[in-house]
Structures are given as C-alpha cells and as structure tokens.
C-alpha cells in the first residue's frame, strides 16, 4: 500500500473559535490604539498574533493522518502518534467536542492496544467514510 494522506476536517466550533479569538484581538487593538505607550502595546499585539499563529492556525496547516504501509500516524500541531496496524483493535465513527487531535466534532475513534494499555484516540479527516474503509481494509 502506498501512502495516503488524508487532512484534517474544520470543524464549525474549531472555527467559530478562531474567529471569536481573532475579533477580540482585533477588537481590543482598536479600542486602545490611541493610548499612551504603542510600543508596549504593539509588543503585545505582535505576541498575540504570534500565540494565535500556532495555537490555530499551525493547528489547521499541520494536522494530517498518514496511512502507511504498516502504521497509521497522526500529525496535529505538535502532536505526533505513530499506531502500528496490528495494534488497532477498533474503529468506528462518533460525534464529539472532546480533547483529540482533531479540528471537527466529527471524529473517527481508534481503539488500540500499546504495550499492554488499551487507548483511544480520536481523529477528523476529511472523507471520514473512506479512511474508515481503507484503514479496515488493512487492519483485517
């Protein structure tokens, strides 16, 4: 098999998110630009957009799920997880808002067993129905 990657859904609150914190930083600039000390503001703003960069958007430009030959591995910001295919013991798919390396609500849950432990991870790939399909086809 080659490799095939598959990127990352937005979801509608990842965006509604980023578009709330983009607006109060935008909003509290304008407020108080014509306050005393600008470079101290400027300084902060410029630290604001630099924490927004990699909070949000490194997040939507990074996040990938790469089935490989014999793994699947999962790339979101600086998250990084390799899961071997003969570790995976289910999939399946779910809502959910919870903390995974996932930018939708609309997840794929894999449930897998790594050094004795079982653990879930979910992830939001775009054609959620199809990577379900490919990564059974070589699961089984």
Excluded at 46 to 62: E, G, K, L, S
Excluded at 107 to 115: L, N, P
């Amino acid at each position: 098999m080659d490799k095939k990657v598959y990127r990352s859904s937005i979801g509608l609150m990842y965006s509604l998110v980023a578009i709330l914190i983009a607006a109060i930083i935008v909003g509290s600039f304008l407020y108080i630009r014509g306050d005393g000390n600008m470079i101290a503001i400027s300084v902060a703003y410029v630290i604001a957009a630099i924490a927004y960069y990699f909070a949000i958007v490194y997040p939507v430009i990074n996040t990938k799920y790469i089935l490989e030959k014999d793994r699947l591995e999962i790339r979101c910001g600086i998250y990084k997880n390799e899961i071997s295919f003969q570790q995976i013991l289910d999939v399946y798919k779910k809502d959910s808002l919870g903390r995974h390396p996932a930018l939708s609500e609309k997840m794929v849950f894999i449930k897998y067993r790594d050094c004795g432990v079982t653990n879930i991870v979910g992830i939001s790939p775009k054609n959620r129905d199809e990577f379900i399909h490919e990564l059974q086809k070589v699961i089984k």
